[in-house]
C-alpha cells in the first residue's frame, strides 16, 4: 500500500518506520521535508520524504494526520480543495494549550474530535486510531509476537474500516473496533480509554464498562 503521513513526529515518524518495515511504501511528509532525511535513513524498506502538496499529489491509498490538531483546518482546506476521497486515518487530539481556542470549541462541542476531521476533510472515508496509544508504547511495543498491545479505532464507513484494521494487523498491534465515528469520545483526551497501553481482553472490558 502506498501509504502518506501528513506531520512525521512522534506518532507520524515511528508509524512510517513500522510500516515501511512492514513492506509499505511511506512518503513521510512535513512543513520541513528537508529535515526528514534521518527518518528516512532510519527506515528500512521504502521510504522517502516529501512536501505535504506532494504527499497529497501522490495519489496515496490512505494518509495518516499526525500533525498538531490546529494543522487540520489549513490541511483540510488544501486536501479537500484539490486532491481525492482517500481514507485519512486521524491520529490527532485536541490540546488548547498547544492548539488554541480552535481545540478548546471542538472539546467544548458535542461533536467527537474524528467528527471534526472528518466535516472538515469532507470525506466520509476517515478514520480514528493511534491517537490513545503513548509514542513510546507506539514506538517500542510493536512487531509483537505474542501479548500484543490493542490498537482501538473507529471507521465512518468499510473501506475506511477495513484498511484501518489492516494497517493496525501489518505491525504487529491487536485491532479492536470502537464503531462509527459518533462513538469515539471514549478515545478523545481524557477520556474512558485514551492513553491506556491494554492488550484486547482488558481494552474491550474497559469499553463495555
Ligand atoms: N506524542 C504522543 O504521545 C501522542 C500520542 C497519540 C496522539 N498524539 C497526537 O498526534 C499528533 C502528533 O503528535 P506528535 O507527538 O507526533 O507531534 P510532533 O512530534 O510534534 O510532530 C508533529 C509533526 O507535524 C508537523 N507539523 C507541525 N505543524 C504542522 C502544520 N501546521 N502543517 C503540517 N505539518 C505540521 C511537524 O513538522 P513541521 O513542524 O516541520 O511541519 C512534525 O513532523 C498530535 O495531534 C498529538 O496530540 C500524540
Redesign the pocket.
Given at each position: 500500500m502506498k501509504i502518506g503521513i501528513?506531520?512525521?513526529?512522534?506518532?507520524?515518524?515511528?508509524l512510517g518506520k513500522h510500516w515501511a518495515k512492514a513492506g509499505h511504501d511511506v512518503l513521510?511528509?512535513?512543513?520541513?521535508?528537508e529535515?526528514?532525511n534521518d527518518l528516512v535513513n532510519a527506515s528500512e524498506g521504502n521510504a522517502k520524504a516529501v512536501s505535504?502538496e506532494e504527499a497529497f499529489e501522490a495519489d496515496a491509498d490512505v494518509y495518516l494526520?499526525?500533525?498538531?490538531?490546529?494543522?487540520i483546518d489549513?490541511?483540510s482546506e488544501l486536501y479537500a480543495g484539490e486532491y481525492g476521497n482517500k481514507v485519512i486515518i486521524d491520529?490527532?487530539?485536541?490540546?488548547p494549550e498547544?492548539?488554541g481556542e480552535m481545540a478548546q470549541e471542538v472539546r467544548d462541542s458535542n461533536r467527537n474530535a474524528s467528527e471534526y476531521t472528518a466535516m472538515k476533510f469532507n470525506t466520509a472515508k476517515t478514520a480514528k486510531a493511534?491517537?490513545?496509544?503513548?509514542?513510546?508504547h507506539?514506538k517500542n511495543s510493536a512487531f509483537r509476537d505474542s501479548e500484543k498491545l490493542a490498537i482501538p479505532y473507529a471507521a465512518q464507513d468499510e473501506d475506511s474500516k477495513q484498511l484501518t484494521q489492516q494497517l493496525i494487523q501489518d505491525i504487529g498491534f491487536d485491532a479492536v473496533y470502537v464503531g462509527d465515528l459518533t462513538e469515539t469520545k471514549i478515545m478523545d483526551?481524557d477520556q474512558k480509554i485514551y492513553?491506556k497501553s491494554l492488550e484486547r481482553k482488558e481494552l474491550e472490558k474497559l469499553i463495555k464498562a
Open positions: 501528513i506531520g512525521s513526529g512522534n506518532i507520524g515518524g515511528n513521510f511528509s512535513s512543513r520541513h521535508p529535515q526528514l505535504i494526520l499526525a500533525t498538531p490538531f490546529k494543522a489549513k490541511l491520529a490527532t487530539n485536541p490540546y498547544r492548539d493511534f491517537n490513545t496509544i503513548r509514542a513510546e507506539l483526551p492513553a
